[in-house]
Nanobody, 123 residues
Framework: QVQLVESGGGSVQAGGSLTLSCAVS????????MGWFRQAPGKEREGVEA???????SYADSVKGRFSISQDNAKNTLYLQMDSLKPEDTAMYYC?????????????????WGQGTQVTVSS
């Protein structure tokens, strides 16, 4: 059974930084697309950054130059380094995984999801 567990969320002032982690277990495919998505109250879930097994990354324009995704295959962990945080980054952040390595941020239709971790940025 595939499990994704996010951690690292919290409250921070604008301009601050947070690092989110997503520990993955039970995923056996050598191919993957893994991503970070977020959902603010009253808004649709949106893609933030994604990476696949080929190392190809994709990011939303709103986080360009501020967020960075990385993966540690030895630890089966996905990370999201978030710098220069803004109040509009406030949302529940979710980690997702899928064997369809080409997905990246083309869709939110991923097969596996974590429970989410809350990020709150105050002005």
């Amino acid at each position: 059974q595939v499990q994704l567990v996010e951690s690292g969320g919290g409250s921070v002032q604008a301009g601050g930084s947070l690092t989110l982690s997503c520990a993955v277990s039970g995923y056996t495919s050598s191919r993957h697309s893994m991503g970070w998505f977020r959902q603010a109250p009253g808004k649709e879930r949106e893609g933030v950054e994604a990476i696949n097994n080929r190392g190809i990354t994709s990011y939303a324009d709103s986080v360009k130059g501020r967020f960075s995704i990385s993966q540690d295959n030895a630890k089966n962990t996905l990370y999201l380094q978030m710098d220069s945080l803004k109040p509009e980054d406030t949302a529940m952040y979710y980690c997702a995984a899928d064997w369809r390595w080409w997905l990246l941020l083309q869709t939110t239709d991923y097969n596996y999801w974590g429970q989410g971790t809350q990020v709150t940025v105050s002005s």
